[in-house]
């Protein structure tokens, strides 16, 4: 059954929306049906691309993952993420979110951004598109704030996202991301909020989860953040099998003759 928006809000306070980041069709058909959601996340130019954070990802480049994606999961919720630079007014948020929506069969476009993004949602939400929000620690924010810092530490800090995240809600976010902050201001918001709140690095009072794929698996390990849980020590499987294929290529293991055309 192919999971829509109205299926995701009524999970609210019913059962946890699961989450996972994909960026092509042969780990989305993997992941497909098992999660809720599959979000093509900008996080691909670090954790893929070798990038030392999300800034110069192009919104070509979303637009030919999500394609691949797409054609891999036809059950879960598709979300391309809006690239850095791609959403700076209304006009070229709906301009590029509509090309997307155009190229590719992405269900929502997320965009990172404070109260201040609220205007471009609500009108982005007016052309049609379903628009996630994402607040508390915002990658694409890195370079002007100094580094990735959790947020909601002050009550100021906390009182601001609360805000925040009610008035995305009123613009017509379907939902929130919540990233990298403090369980007990990710509560409150979760708490405040009708539509649901899928965290990362925020707890476990949100409505739902979500962990960057290659980080889960063990494949990214250039730093591992405190949040995330290791499920596959994927680095590790991967380079002891390669291993084994480079001494039986060396020792004149394989190919055997099984593996071989005979005539
Ligand atoms: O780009 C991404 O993968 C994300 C998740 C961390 C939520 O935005």
Same mark, same amino acid.
């Given at each position: 059954?192919?999971?829509?928006?109205?299926?995701?809000?009524?999970?609210?306070?019913?059962?946890? /929306?699961?989450?996972? =980041?994909?960026? &092509? +069709?042969?780990?989305?058909?993997?992941?497909?049906? %098992?999660?809720? *959601? @599959?979000?093509?996340?900008?996080?691909?130019?670090?954790?893929?691309?070798?990038?030392?954070?999300?800034?110069?990802?192009?919104?070509?480049?979303?637009?030919?993952?999500?394609?691949?994606?797409?054609?891999?999961?036809?059950?879960?919720?598709?979300?391309?993420?809006?690239?850095?630079?791609?959403?700076?007014?209304?006009?070229?948020?709906?301009?590029?979110?509509?090309? /997307?929506?155009?190229? =590719?069969?992405? &269900? +929502?476009?997320?965009?990172?951004?404070?109260?201040? %993004?609220?205007? *471009? @949602?609500?009108?982005?939400?007016?052309?049609?598109?379903?628009?996630?929000?994402?607040?508390?620690?915002?990658?694409?924010?890195?370079?002007?704030?100094?580094?990735?810092?959790?947020?909601?530490?002050?009550?100021?800090?906390?009182?601001?996202?609360?805000?925040?995240?009610?008035?995305?809600?009123?613009?017509?976010?379907?939902?929130?991301?919540?990233?990298?902050?403090?369980?007990?201001?990710? =509560?409150?918001?979760?708490?405040?909020?009708?539509?649901?709140?899928?965290?990362?690095?925020?707890? @476990?009072?949100?409505?739902?989860?979500?962990?960057?794929?290659?980080?889960?698996?063990?494949?990214?390990?250039?730093?591992?953040?405190?949040?995330?849980?290791?499920?596959?020590?994927?680095?590790?499987?991967?380079?002891?099998?390669?291993?084994?294929?480079?001494?039986?290529?060396?020792?004149?293991?394989?190919?055997?003759?099984?593996?071989?055309?005979?005539?």
């Amino acid at each position: 059954m192919k999971k829509t928006i109205q299926y995701l809000q009524a999970k609210k306070k019913i059962e946890k /929306i699961t989450a996972i =980041t994909a960026y &092509d +069709a042969l780990f989305s058909s993997l992941f497909d049906s %098992k999660v809720d *959601i @599959i979000l093509v996340g900008d996080s691909l130019n670090m954790s893929f691309g070798g990038k030392e954070d999300t800034l110069s990802m192009g919104i070509d480049e979303i637009i030919y993952h999500t394609k691949a994606v797409c054609r891999g999961a036809k059950e879960s919720f598709i979300i391309a993420d809006m690239p850095f630079g791609s959403y700076q007014n209304s006009k070229m948020a709906i301009k590029n979110a509509v090309s /997307i929506y155009k190229k =590719t069969s992405a &269900d +929502a476009i997320k965009i990172e951004g404070d109260i201040h %993004k609220a205007g *471009i @949602i609500s009108d982005m939400v007016s052309e049609g598109i379903a628009v996630i929000g994402h607040i508390g620690l915002m990658p694409q924010f890195a370079r002007s704030q100094g580094g990735y810092k959790i947020k909601g530490k002050t009550s100021q800090e906390a009182k601001e996202l609360i805000d925040c995240a009610i008035a995305l809600e009123k613009a017509g976010a379907c939902m929130i991301v919540l990233e990298g902050i403090y369980t007990s201001v990710a =509560t409150q918001i979760t708490e405040n909020l009708k539509i649901p709140t899928i965290g990362i690095g925020s707890g @476990i009072n949100c409505d739902g989860q979500i962990l960057v794929w290659s980080d889960m698996f063990g494949f990214f390990e250039k730093f591992k953040p405190k949040f995330v849980r290791k499920y596959l020590e994927g680095s590790t499987l991967i380079q002891t099998a390669l291993q084994q294929y480079v001494e039986d290529v060396k020792n004149g293991n394989f190919p055997s003759v099984q593996e071989s055309y005979q005539g």
